[in-house]
């Protein structure tokens, strides 16, 4: 049998802030009031107010529990501690600790899985995860980043970081349609030259060369001093818009001719084609014209066969 229980306001001593501040007087929380007539009993509910009565009948009892637990459930920010923590998270990660930064934001995203404030924690931590070479982890922490934020500078950032996994993972639609996202509210300045100009690369190997010379033009003339402008440059000046197998660079034209025929011989579509590199003139063989990058993989293996040091280039 419960003890019936006077209505009192609890002495703040006796429920101190959970989060190591100061106590708090927990005597009314969303009209739900503490009282107990004993230290040695539990504590019991009072229900005051007419909103609070009706929560209790409508809502199932974890719900109520949510609604008294600060810091879990439908909150915005950190308590000082944590932020603190995530300040000193981020200093050890520009420093190169990265098993440092990465147990610092362990704990805050421990304690605050849900609060908004923790999906910059998860973008933390997956920049940790992603230099020591987690990739499958960070890009899981960067898609509960994408799930908690809804602040735009993070999301764009977050994007972008999404991208660079997938790029290097070889999802080039993946990671086009992240850098679409990120491109829309970075800011243009480093090391965000780097998203446009991989962009530029998913958009042509996904056969869209149009759009990808925008994106490449974008870098150039955005970034003129960018470490990746010469690269970029090179990009722009592609003859063609397509993909072709290179299997073969000849000083010799007879030589240059000689394996062509070689590669027409086992059915496949060779031609010989001059480049100037470094001031001299090269005999290029290569096969195929393949708008798209998968295409020319797909048939790079047979040409192995008969070149096995062929590879993709554009064209």
């Known amino acids: 049998m419960v003890r019936t229980l006077r209505r009192k306001r609890i002495s703040p001593k006796r429920f101190p802030n959970r989060e ?52 879990v459930i439908g909150c915005v920010e950190l308590p000082p501690h944590a932020k603190t923590q995530m300040v000193q998270a981020e200093k050890e990660f520009r420093s190169g600790r990265y098993d440092s930064a990465k147990s610092m934001l362990d704990e805050v995203i421990q304690a605050y899985p849900s609060v908004l404030e923790t999906a910059e924690a998860y973008y933390l931590r997956a920049q940790c995860l992603a230099y020591r070479g987690h990739r499958g982890a960070a890009q899981s922490d960067i898609e509960r980043c994408l799930a908690l934020s809804k602040n735009s500078d993070l999301i764009a950032r977050a994007h972008a970081t999404a991208g660079e996994l997938a790029f290097e993972a070889g999802d080039a639609k993946k990671a086009s349609e992240h850098f679409r996202l990120a491109l829309r509210n970075l800011p243009e300045r480093p090391p965000y030259d780097l998203a446009r100009f991989r962009y530029g690369v998913c958009l042509a190997q996904l056969g869209e060369w149009k759009n990808a010379r925008e994106q490449w033009g974008a870098v150039v003339r955005g970034y003129p001093g960018s470490s990746i402008t010469d690269q970029t440059q090179r990009m722009l000046a592609w003859p063609g818009d397509f993909f072709s197998i290179q299997c073969g660079a000849y000083r010799d034209a007879d030589t240059a001719s000689k394996q062509a025929q070689k590669l027409r011989s086992a059915g496949h579509s060779a031609r010989t084609e001059k480049r100037q590199r470094d001031g001299e003139t090269l005999h290029m063989v290569y096969v195929g014209q393949y708008l798209r990058l998968s295409q020319a993989q797909e048939a790079l293996g047979k040409v192995k066969q008969h070149a096995p040091g062929a590879v993709i280039v554009p064209q």
């Open 20 to 71: 190591g501040g100061e106590p708090c007087d927990g005597a009314r929380v969303n009209g739900l009031v503490w009282t107990s007539n004993s230290r040695s009993r539990p504590v019991r509910l009072q229900l005051r107010s007419p909103q609070a009565r009706a929560v209790c009948r409508l809502r199932p009892r974890w719900v109520i529990c949510a609604a008294l637990l600060p810091g």
